[in-house]
């Protein structure tokens, strides 16, 4: 509902610019253009996710591998202990523990598929245990600020767009994006510790917040230590390094697993065959309302007026045309994936614009979808704190992809 009316509104905003710009500056072209725009975007879109196809394929083949090698289930029990003290109301070694790690590590390896019914079933395992079934108990929020939070650790759909628009490097934006998740949900979890009196300093949970934080730290230094050039060798390196492994690892435990990993290959990548043909009309809609908004100028005077806020308190303006993207996040995972994609069509894959739109869509969730799913599907009414720590969480993560674009790529 809510992209609906995200959609009707640039529309609309784009015929009013159109027609200021008509009687106004007697700009005569300018419906033409507007127009032009729409039949454009629709060859655009249409081209965009044809060409996903391939990389769709390979990378849901490959997950696919890991899935059924059972990397899910050994990602689930290496964090039971952090868990188990995060979320302090679920008896210990209750079933729901089982589903929420599937919902995790399905979402930190980008098997969306399967991590949205998991997390269903983990959110009506846990109103189970809920005493007051109107209201979101601890557990629930905490859960749900995770998910929304948006940890992921390979940025499958990310990294085939970019292929597709011609990045030189697709993956280049992978250790970046990395860092932004983790800080964000870094905070979204401290945020619910804070609401919830939850103790940081259990010695379980405090050394995994150090080890990870002290790893990013790390990264971010030597990071801005390096020259410009080097930087991006070694953070390209590193990316390639990193996913060569993960895809050896799956393969490696599959066969562990006596799984037929050819086998296992062909059926996720028949997946992400539907996948890429199935996004094909939410995109074309996007795209035709982003350029609608585009070729009217209401973009570009939003961009310059963002651009003009961005030098006044000294933060570089070339960032500002991806304040968009940041902003139709929270709201609108379709919007957000247009804005991005729109970005790197007019900015350029490999430019700053582009590479931090690809690092702010893969930051953060959906924030307010994954609220009114989650708990919608169990009838909770009063979410409490949920809105306030994901909210937190976004913020972060916006801040946090700004910086690392900017010390990565700026």
């Keep these: 509902m809510l992209l609906n009316y995200i959609w009707i509104a640039l529309i609309l905003l784009a015929v009013i610019m159109g027609c200021v710009q008509f009687f106004a500056f007697g700009q005569t072209d300018i419906f033409s253009e507007i127009l032009n725009s729409t039949f454009a975007s629709a060859k655009n879109g249409f081209e965009i996710s044809l060409g996903l196809t391939g990389v769709l394929a390979l990378w849901m083949g490959i997950l696919n591998i890991g899935q059924k090698g059972g990397v899910v289930d050994t990602l689930s029990h290496g964090v039971a202990p952090f868990f188990r003290r995060i979320f302090p109301e679920i008896p210990n070694r209750h079933p729901v523990y089982g589903t929420m790690f599937m919902n995790f590590a399905a979402n930190m390896l980008g098997l969306d598929n399967a991590a ?199 933060i570089n303006p070339d960032l500002s045309a991806a304040v968009p993207t940041a902003i139709m996040k929270p709201l609108s995972g379709s919007g957000a994936r247009g804005l991005m994609i729109e970005a790197m069509t007019t900015h350029g894959a490999d430019s700053l614009v582009g590479r931090l739109c690809c690092i702010l869509q893969g930051t953060t969730d959906t924030t307010f979808y994954v609220l009114a799913v989650y708990f919608g599907s169990v009838g909770i009414k009063d979410t409490r704190h949920a809105v306030a720590c994901c909210l937190v969480a976004d913020l972060i993560g916006v801040i946090a992809a700004f910086t690392v674009a900017n010390i990565f790529f700026g």
Aim: net charge positive; proline share 3%.
């Design 116 to 314: 949205t019914p998991m997390g269903l079933k983990a959110m009506s395992e846990l109103q189970t245990l809920n005493n007051d079934k109107s209201k979101a108990s601890n557990a629930m929020i905490m859960f749900v600020v995770l998910g929304a939070s948006g940890l992921t650790i390979i940025p499958t759909t990310i990294m085939a767009y970019r292929a597709q628009l011609g990045a030189a490097n697709p993956a280049d934006v992978f250790l970046p994006l990395l860092i932004a998740t983790y800080f964000s949900t870094l905070g979204g979890l401290l945020a619910c510790c804070a609401a919830q009196k939850i103790k940081i300093w259990d010695k379980v949970v405090l050394a995994v917040i150090l080890t990870l934080t002290a790893l990013v730290v790390l990264l971010l230094i030597l990071a801005k230590r390096l020259p410009e050039e080097a930087l991006t060798t070694v953070s390209a390196l590193i990316a390639s390094v990193i996913l060569l492994c993960v895809i050896c690892w799956f393969i490696i435990q599959a066969s562990i697993k006596k799984v037929n990993v050819y086998e296992a290959f062909i059926d996720g990548a028949k997946d992400g065959f539907k996948t890429a043909i199935g996004i094909i009309p939410y995109l074309i809609a996007i795209l035709i309302a982003v350029g609608m908004f585009r070729a009217s100028g209401a973009m570009g005077l939003l961009e310059q007026g963002l651009a003009y806020l961005f030098s006044l308190v000294g």
